[in-house]
């Protein structure tokens, strides 16, 4: 079992930073791919990102590659989000979530078993 939450959302004018956090408790986060989405007002949830369990590989979503990097600290059970280059359409409620029993990464909500409640993220035009 894993329970996640997420922190460090907030709002940033375009072009701005934010940083977000995903705490995690139980002995199996360090050894799950964790990944974070999002769901704009109106929309469907989407990936993002995700990383494997130790850290050494990543998926980035066209719309974010370049400007967002996802972490892990294991010994902390701790996800990050380092977010740049904000632009108004990253607007969204970000979700990290986590897959059971897997050693690779997905792209697709049906795979991840554990979710976070989500934290705001409003960039101003």
């Known amino acids: 079992q894993v329970q996640l939450v997420e922190s460090g959302g907030g709002l940033v004018q375009a072009g701005g930073s934010l940083r977000l956090s995903c705490a995690a408790s139980?002995?199996?986060?360090?050894?799950?791919?964790i990944g974070w989405f999002r769901q704009a007002p109106g929309k469907e949830r989407e990936f993002v990102v995700a990383?494997?369990?130790?850290?050494?590989?990543?998926y980035y979503a066209n719309s974010v590659k370049g400007r967002f990097t996802i972490s892990r600290d294991n010994a902390k059970n701790t996800l990050y989000l380092q977010m740049n280059r904000l632009k108004p359409e990253d607007t969204a409620v970000y979700y990290c979530?986590?897959?059971?029993?897997?050693?690779?990464?997905?792209?697709?909500?049906?795979?991840?078993?554990?979710w976070g409640q989500g934290t705001q993220v409003t960039v101003s035009s």
């Open positions: 979530a986590a897959r059971q029993g897997a050693w690779s990464i997905s792209t697709r909500l049906g795979e991840y078993d554990y």
């Open positions: 139980g002995r199996t986060f360090s050894s799950v791919p």
């Open positions: 990383i494997d369990w130790s850290g050494s590989a990543t």
